[in-house]
């Protein structure tokens, strides 16, 4: 097992698109389609699955994470909790791929959460038939505390009692560390991309990844090996 910092994580994505010619696209679509896979092995039963969307790439992978379960017909549900122009790039590609494929999704500006009756319908009301909750909020380049909202949803993910799958680290979950920012979502399960993350070498992170399963998103060989090898 080898593991990969914050910033290795960052350095070896620019360098898969910059230096190798693997479009980010393609590494978000392969990032979502392993997810896609792993929960549908977790989840034989094929029951309900919520997505909890951030506004960044870890949302993105979440968005392509909706269309591999639909396309298998899962039951899944998209909760997207950024501006209308708070989505960009890849992320902003995938999400008006779901919009376009008569998936369920809702989607909320996180300042409206300070209107009680709103959080309450949003998330709480929603949350209810989910059996599987997938965490999309934020990823490795996470290095503060998670801000209101998303500290509440944290908690809320938490006391739900569903089995949680996060994609790529826990959010709030530090990578280098593997201590708590804040506020943290407790995972049943985490797919991360590429390798273990550094914080994961630290026993206490187990308590908020549960059972790591490394997904490949397509970077070249040669490249990993090289991240492999320095150890």
């Known amino acids: ?12 994505d620019r360098r898969a698109i910059n230096d190798f010619g693997v479009p980010g696209i393609v590494l978000m679509e392969n990032a979502g389609r392993g997810c ?11 029951k309900p699955v919520v997505i909890l969307c951030g506004p960044g790439n870890n949302g993105g992978d979440g968005f392509v994470i909706a269309r591999h379960l639909d396309n298998a017909g899962w039951s899944v549900d998209v909760r997207v909790f950024a501006k209308n122009n708070g989505l960009s790039g890849d992320a902003e590609i995938n999400f008006e791929a779901i919009t376009n494929s008569d998936i369920h999704f809702t989607q909320t500006d996180p300042a409206y959460f300070s ?16 059996t ?19 500290d509440e949803l944290a908690a809320i993910v938490n006391a739900s009692g569903k ?5 790529d680290i826990p959010s709030g ?20 991309f590429v390798a273990h993350k550094r914080g994961f070498l630290n026993p206490a992170s187990q308590a908020w990844t549960g059972e790591v399963h490394v997904i490949d998103i397509g970077a070249p060989r040669v490249l990993v090996d090289e991240y492999r090898d320095r150890g």
Not at 123 to 129: D, E, G, K, V
Not at 163 to 167: D, G, N, R, S
């Open 115 to 130: 209107h009680p009756d709103l959080y309450d319908q949003f998330l709480r009301l929603s949350f209810n038939p989910a």
């Open 1 to 12: 097992m080898f593991t990969l910092s914050r910033d290795e994580v960052r350095e070896l």
């Open 173 to 192: 979950l530090d990578c280098d560390t593997g201590e708590p920012l804040g506020p943290t979502v407790r995972a049943t399960h985490t797919a991360t």
């Open 36 to 46: 896609a896979e792993l929960l549908m092995r977790l989840n034989p039963e094929r």
């Open 132 to 150: 599987w909750v997938v965490d999309a909020f934020f990823g490795t380049g996470l290095s503060r505390p998670l801000a209101a909202p998303f």
């Open 163 to 167: 089995p949680v799958l996060a994609i």
